[in-house]
């Protein structure tokens, strides 16, 4: 079965600080990943996506994530974070294999607190 | 340039009332889907449909009912709301492949008393 885990429920980083957000996930073949990022009251925005080719992702908003096929991980990150990117941010896994869109499986989220 | 809106943003109702959320697309995507968030869960499939006349359920589709009689409509109805139902429900769509990202409108925060 498919699965995502995001381990942190929240993430605290300085303002101008490298951030990582942390997705590790489980597939029976080879993934496709995306990255979500939700601000209040609002829906799910898409940051960046793995489809194949080069293991480094480049999205919007300056963010970025590299695939690790062996560590079965796809950690978001943004070399200096801003306070307004503090928001909701999911990872999302489906199996290229694995039949149909309303095969994508979301992680529970993670906060991410950027204080001044 | 509407993209993918729903409607109400606000809804508030009493155990055992039927409710109906809409959601409308412009952009003639194939699939549509009707999430639930809630805390500590995510965000949780409720049934999804892959062009007019298709839908299927997905992990949790107890209570609710959907149909899609247009492309760019896909609305979801509980037929009779109970509290477990309070919710924020997210419509989403996409195109069919599925290295294709979700499109998610901007969510409708349902409050059953």
């Known amino acids: 079965a498919q699965s995502v885990a995001q381990p942190e429920d929240q993430v605290n980083v300085a303002e101008g600080n490298p951030l990582t957000v942390k997705c590790t996930y489980s597939v029976s073949g080879n993934p496709y990943l995306f990255w979500y990022v939700q601000y209040p009251n609002r829906g799910l925005q898409f940051l960046l996506k793995?489809?194949?080719?080069?293991?480094l992702v480049k999205g919007s908003y300056g963010f970025e994530a590299e695939f690790n096929k062996s560590q079965t991980s796809f950690h978001l990150k943004k070399p200096s974070a801003l306070v307004s990117d503090s928001a909701l941010y999911f990872c999302a896994v489906r199996d290229r294999y694995g039949g149909s869109q309303g095969n994508l499986i979301f992680g529970k989220g993670t906060k991410l607190s950027v204080k001044p | 340039d509407a993209g993918i809106t729903q409607s109400p943003r606000y809804k508030i109702t009493e155990t055992g009332r039927q409710v109906t959320l809409m959601c409308h697309q412009t952009?003639?995507?194939?699939?549509m889907f009707w999430y639930r968030q809630d805390l500590g869960h995510g965000l949780r499939l409720i049934y999804y449909s892959a062009a007019a006349d298709i839908t299927d359920k997905g992990e949790v589709p107890d209570g609710y009912v959907v149909s899609r009689s247009k492309t760019e409509n896909f609305p979801l109805t509980l037929e009779s709301a109970t509290r477990s139902q309070t919710s924020v429900y997210f419509c989403a769509s996409s195109l069919a492949e599925s290295y294709n990202e979700q499109f998610f409108g901007p969510g409708t925060r349902l409050t059953v008393l």
């Open positions: 952009w003639s995507h194939s699939y």
């Open positions: 793995y489809i194949t080719g080069d293991n």
